[in-house]
């Protein structure tokens, strides 16, 4: 199993993570087919007999016979756990909020550093929302860093941490936002 979810972070998502938060913020139908196949990829690695194609043509023949087919369900957050894995759009909200702290942290390219100002309160370390007047804007990676990182939770925006603190704090904040997801669906 350890070699699956290595395997599975070296090549399939580092081909995911690839442009993410330039491709990602598009139709939210289009995340859930690239998870989807994800999650095909997971189910048929630790159920092979529940995904594979015998079973698909079962299902089929089940289909044309007029028979009840139950299919037995597998609950994929449990697996997204046991690889040590974020959904596609965990791992969206993830690089958005790591290209705000680098773009506020350290201010490499100054035309992008300079769009994420802070509020009016030293307090929260809130940025301040970039005035628009379309939708499209709305998609652009600069809009969806401010609304993560105005979202974190107030230790995370605190601008003395190191990276590797932040990471985890992040790692934290997505798996409590998870847990509580889960628990009011």
Not at 84 to 91: Q, T
Not at 115 to 138: A, Q
Request: with cysteine; proline share 4%.
């Amino acid at each position: 199993m350890y070699v699956f979810c290595i395997f599975l972070k070296a090549y399939v998502l580092s081909i995911v993570d690839y442009c993410l938060p330039i491709w990602g913020h598009t139709a939210e139908t289009k995340i859930q087919i690239l998870q989807s196949k994800i999650n095909f990829l997971l189910g048929s690695y630790f159920y092979p007999r529940i995904v594979n194609k015998f079973q698909r043509q079962n299902r089929i023949a089940h289909y044309y016979d007029n028979t009840k087919y139950v299919q037995p369900a597998i609950n994929y957050t449990t697996l997204w756990q046991r690889c040590n894995l974020l959904s596609v759009a965990e791992r969206l909200k993830y690089f958005d909020a790591m290209f705000a702290f680098k773009s506020i942290k350290w201010q490499k390219i100054p035309e992008i550093s300079s769009l994420f100002e802070f509020g009016t309160s030293s307090r929260t370390n809130s940025l301040k929302v970039i005035p628009h007047n379309c939708k499209i804007f709305e998609n652009s990676p600069i809009y969806q860093a401010i609304k993560i990182w105005n979202d974190l939770p107030r230790e995370a925006k605190e601008l003395n941490i190191p990276l590797c603190k932040f990471k985890s704090l992040l790692e934290v904040w997505f798996l409590d936002c998870r847990e509580s997801e889960f628990v009011f669906l």
